[in-house]
């Protein structure tokens, strides 16, 4: 089977980290008679400030009935106050391809690269199921006297049964078939009564049905101390949209820093996005040391997501021996530029 795979660096470092991935993903493909067909689409902020366009609607359509995959790079720029270019093409493709499932794996690959004094790679190895589709981040709500001391804002948070089942199940499911023993819920069911009653419900309902995998649950305030003081109890997070973003960010920093974290946003019966977790870094655009191995390792997952888990641990081991030997961009004490982190990752692949 050829994967189509719609390739959209974005913004920002998005432009240079999204080539380097490409580059490793190629490699890997030249070598493994894996079958890519990759599509560059032109969307961002340069495309939005040039035209005004932000998503096109046929695009969408395109990406949804045509490819497999969509491999983005970064979205956000200084130019565009607000971002709407973002929202329109992120979260329009959160939204609208559905992919209900961003999975955030918080890996810790060499001991050095973590803030946390004592642990070890063994200690920070889990992922998150962060609800993708709905909670805080739909836009429901408004503005009333906007602007005037009278001002009123409304932001709702949605939750479905049904979006809130699938995202737990997919945890469960994903724990069983992956040898993982535990998986913990995240709420703030102590102060939101009503929808995270609801996954506290579903929850034990679900739970229910997988007794060889232990299920807790934590408040996501507690959950914070925890993941910093016991990283090692946890093995699968599942959680609402808006704690799942804030949750994966300190995990990013737990596994060595924003610029090796993954993702992957994935619907099981249709398209899947991968992106690296880190934004498009206005600040060092351009300069060429943007660190390209969180983008590698979002290309790794997507390997993993098509059914090559083999060349996901190939690229992980690489990226491994990359931190082992300090063959590292500025940002984590290295000296090599983007292009040289991406061919040492090649070479430690050959
Ligand atoms: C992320 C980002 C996005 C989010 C922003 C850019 C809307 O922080 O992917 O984690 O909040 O989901
Ligand atoms: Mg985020």
């Keep these: 089977m050829t994967i189509r795979i719609a390739v959209v660096p974005g913004d920002g470092i998005g432009t240079e980290v999204i080539p380097a991935a490409v580059h490793v993903l190629q490699h890997l493909a030249s070598r493994h008679d894996l079958a890519l067909d990759l599509v560059p689409f032109d969307l961002g902020a340069e495309r939005y400030l040039r035209d005004g366009t932000t998503m096109p609607p046929e695009v969408m359509e395109r990406w949804r009935t045509d490819f497999q995959a969509i491999l983005l790079g970064a979205l956000g720029d200084p130019r565009v106050p607000g971002n709407q270019h ?17 999975l955030r794996p918080v890996r810790l690959l060499d001991a050095r690269y973590t803030p946390l004094r004592g642990k070890d790679p063994s200690d920070i190895d889990f992922v998150v199921f962060r609800e993708n589709t709905e909670g805080l981040y739909t836009g429901i709500g408004g503005q009333f006297k906007r602007g005037t001391p009278d001002e009123v804002t409304i932001e709702a948070e949605l939750n479905t049964r049904k979006g ?22 995240s709420d703030k069911s102590n102060a939101m009564r009503h929808g995270h009653d609801l996954w506290r419900r579903v929850f034990a309902e679900v739970s229910a049905e997988y007794p060889q995998i232990e299920s807790f649950h934590l408040y996501v305030d507690a959950l914070c101390m ?3 003081r016991a990283p090692e109890r ?5 959680t609402n949209n808006l704690f799942g973003d804030i949750i994966t960010d300190l995990g990013a920093q737990l596994q060595g820093g924003i610029g090796l974290a993954a993702s992957g946003n994935i619907n099981p019966e249709g398209v899947a996005l991968f992106e690296p977790v880190h934004g498009s870094a206005p600040d060092i ?9 969180a983008a ?5 997952m997507m390997l993993s997501h ?5 060349l996901d641990a190939a690229i992980q081991r ?33």
């Design 86 to 102: 973002a929202v329109d093409i992120l979260l329009g493709a959160r939204f609208q391809l559905d992919l209900y499932i961003n």
């Design 164 to 185: 809130v089942e699938r995202i737990i199940r997919a945890a469960f499911a994903y724990a069983q078939a992956h040898g993982r023993g535990s998986v913990c819920m």
């Design 226 to 228: 925890e993941l910093v």
């Design 234 to 238: 946890f093995e699968v997070i599942v």
């Design 285 to 293: 655009v351009g300069r060429g040391i943007a660190n390209p191995l």
């Design 296 to 300: 590698i390792l979002s290309v790794g």
């Design 306 to 310: 098509f059914g090559h888990a083999d």
């Design 318 to 350: 690489a990226v491994q021996t990359c931190l082992a030997q300090g063959q590292v961009t500025p940002e984590l004490g290295g000296e090599l530029s983007t292009d040289q982190v991406t061919d040492r990752v090649i070479a430690h692949l050959r």
